[in-house]
């Protein structure tokens, strides 16, 4: 399986970015996709997920509201509108999947067996 992030780039404060990850080798209707980011000397923190296929978005609190989740099975590509955007979304944006996560486990990095190579996203102030 590989995942193909793209569309990063630099938005100002209050733009927008749309981020796509493509995978190939084995679809992505049953698995659960999530994006996560990490900035210079932070951890890698949850941003977004579908759950194992389902229609359910979730989102970490710092970005509710402001990023969409959205998938496109035919495409097998997964997609985060990211509206709004502050100086502290600046981060490389990576997508995962995993196909035997749990729910509980959703929003943990280390659970996730599949990983994109990153897509720098910069908000200029």
């Known amino acids: 399986v590989q995942l193909q992030a793209s569309g990063g780039g630099l938005a100002q404060t209050g733009g927008y970015l749309r981020l796509s990850c493509a995978a190939s080798?084995?679809?992505?209707?049953?698995?659960?996709v999530g994006w996560f980011r990490q900035a210079p000397g932070k951890e890698r923190e949850f941003v977004a997920a579908?759950?194992?296929?389902?229609?359910?978005?979730y989102y970490a609190d710092s970005v509710k509201g402001r990023f969409t989740i959205s998938r496109d099975n035919d495409k097998n590509s997964v997609y985060l509108q990211m509206n709004d955007l502050k100086p502290e979304d600046t981060a490389v944006y990576l997508c995962?999947?995993?196909?035997?996560?749990?729910?509980?486990?959703?929003?943990?990095?280390?659970?996730?067996?599949?990983w994109g190579q990153g897509t720098q996203v910069t908000v200029s102030s």
């Open positions: 995962a999947a995993d196909w035997q996560i749990i729910m509980s486990s959703m929003r943990l990095s280390r659970e996730y067996d599949y």
């Open positions: 080798g084995r679809t992505f209707s049953r698995a659960t």
């Open positions: 579908f759950f194992r296929g389902g229609g359910t978005s």
